[in-house]
């Protein structure tokens, strides 16, 4: 029998479902720059203000997208850099706003989630060659390490007030997860390994922290880092910071591990390799299937009772990735059958054969809902689903594209 991860068969498989998904996504082009939320059918959802996150997902797509040499897929992702380059580019204040309306109204804050985004839309945008990419990408540098950057901590600070005088108290997890992405991304089209040194002091606070919770990564902080493990305790399906574990981050910190270990000049690769493990299992043994259905559930508490039952997609995204990078370090038969069992799932359940793309939400029966995420926003987890077994761990993925599956390498797998 065939290891899928490793599978030219498979491979040929992922490199079609890569491209239906693109092709799904090709109406997100605002002709106003950026890019558009998607509905259930693919078609931009009207009156939604033009989101920073979205632009800067689809940018980093569709780049991989004209990095595989799929027609348009360039132009797509100048019309969405476009957005970062314009209307959500903060002239008087720096830095990018998480939204603009239609009449032009900015919503308030900076966010360092959203800022980690433009990092990684610009250095994938480097990588493709798009017009104006290194200089969004020089920008957002500067920014991100000028307000988001604490190097006294090793961490990001987590929002702004949109002049950047006000820094909210709140840490988080989750934009420092986004941040390491971006890190390592913008190291491996530079070259500048300063990235990686910043990258791997996050990854090193948030092992430290997740061993001491039994493998559980406590989410929210307080301005000092103290753990605040009841935030949001009445908000528990709340789309960027829930209550509890979140199953999902387990997993992505599981596969982020893993490139943060293959990356030069990390010192101790196995500290890495090890926790991935452990975050890994303890992802798996917390939230699949656990309440008699198949699927991930989205949360759970402190002693691993889930909370929030609901499947989000991006969660088995992550956890087929995150099993093909422990497979590819490790070339261990479990995580291979891990991946097999999470591509069958979601070929069941998540993939609108209908329709085209994945449904984000289920609910614990593995039925559509969108009371968390109405449509299908964009395509970032899903489409990079169809890569991460295709690349190597080092260098990220859009440099990796390049040099494995694109122009610069040997063609499609």
């Not at 008699?292 to 759970?300: K, R």
């Not at 009371?371 to 295709?390: C, E, I, M, N």
Request: with cysteine; aromatic share 10%; charged share 20%.
């Amino acid at each position: 029998m065939s290891v899928w991860p490793t599978s030219p068969a498979h491979h040929r498989w992922l490199d079609q479902h890569s491209r239906d998904l693109l092709a799904f996504g090709r109406r997100t082009a605002d002709p106003g720059g950026g890019a558009r939320w998607l509905d259930d059918r693919g078609e931009p959802e009207p009156g939604r203000p033009t989101s920073a996150l979205i632009s800067c997902r689809m940018t980093h797509v569709y780049g991989i997208g004209a990095l595989l040499g799929v027609p348009g897929a360039g132009r797509i992702a100048a019309q969405a850099m476009a957005g970062l380059t314009g209307r959500l580019r903060d002239a008087e204040h720096g830095g990018w706003h998480s939204s603009v309306a239609e009449d032009g109204t900015a919503e308030p804050g900076k966010s360092c989630y959203d800022h980690a985004f433009v990092l990684l839309a610009a250095s994938t945008g480097v990588q493709a060659a798009l017009p104006g990419a290194d200089d969004l990408l020089a920008e957002a540098s500067q920014v991100f390490l000028d307000r988001f950057w604490d190097d006294k901590a090793g961490m990001c600070v987590d929002t702004w007030d949109t002049a950047f005088s006000i820094l909210d108290d709140y840490r988080g997890i989750n934009a420092n997860m986004h941040t390491v992405e971006a890190m390592l991304s913008v190291a491996s089209v530079t070259g500048d390994r300063a990235w990686i040194d910043r990258a791997v002091r996050i990854c090193r606070f948030v092992v430290a922290a997740a061993s001491d919770h039994r493998w559980r990564i406590p989410e929210h902080y307080d301005a000092t880092w103290t753990p605040q493990p009841d935030y949001n305790i009445d908000k528990p399906d709340h789309a960027f910071k829930p209550y509890g574990a979140t199953i999902g981050h387990g997993l992505e910190w599981s596969r982020l591990l893993l490139h943060t270990a293959s990356a030069p000049t990390v010192g101790d690769p196995s500290f890495f390799a090890s926790a991935a493990r452990n975050l890994f299992d303890r992802a798996v043994a917390d939230g699949w299937a656990v309440d008699g259905n198949p699927g991930f559930v989205y949360t759970t508490d402190w002693t691993g009772r889930p909370v929030v039952r609901d499947r989000m997609h991006w969660v088995a995204a992550e956890g087929i990735n995150a099993a093909a990078a422990l497979h590819a370090y490790t070339r261990e038969q479990a995580y291979a059958d891990w991946y097999r069992t999470w591509w069958d799932y979601t070929e069941a359940y998540l993939i609108d054969h209908e329709h085209g793309s994945w449904f984000h939400q289920l609910d614990p029966a593995n039925r559509p809902t969108a009371t968390v995420w109405p449509g299908k926003a964009d395509l970032y987890h899903a489409f990079q689903a169809t890569l991460g077994a295709r690349v190597p761990l080092w260098p990220m993925l859009a440099t990796a594209v390049d040099e494995h599956l694109g122009q610069a390498g040997s063609g499609s797998a």
